[in-house]
């Protein structure tokens, strides 16, 4: 299992909007994604920095669902709230708890 780990630093006050614009998005973004296993939207609103973490089956299924035509599109309706570009890294789970 890998799970992808997204940093982004936001404008001020746009936590919201982007928790908001994710909740209506994400789900039909990876509804057909047989590799997506589930996500999780954090944000640190001291510093209005959100992360998100991504669990995929397989590496490969996350490069090629990051690189589509649908996901940049989706991710581009976000990024009049950004900061900064984001954050990504795709590691492997090695162990669980």
């Known amino acids: 299992m890998f799970i992808a780990i997204t940093k982004v630093q936001l404008k001020p006050g746009a936590v919201d909007a982007v928790k908001e ?4 998005t994400n ?11 589930e996500a999780k939207f954090t944000a640190d609103h001291s510093t209005n920095q959100v992360t998100v973490l991504a669990f995929w089956k397989n590496a490969e299924s996350y490069k090629t669902f990051s690189a589509s035509d649908n996901f940049r599109q989706t991710m ?8 900064g570009p ?4 795709l ?7």
């Open 21 to 24: 614009l994710f909740a209506e």
């Open 27 to 37: 789900p039909a973004l990876v509804a057909d994604q047989p590799d997506w296993i």
């Open 86 to 89: 984001p954050e990504v890294s």
């Open 76 to 83: 581009g309706r976000f990024a009049p709230h950004f900061a």
């Open 91 to 97: 590691n492997e789970i090695l162990f669980e708890m």
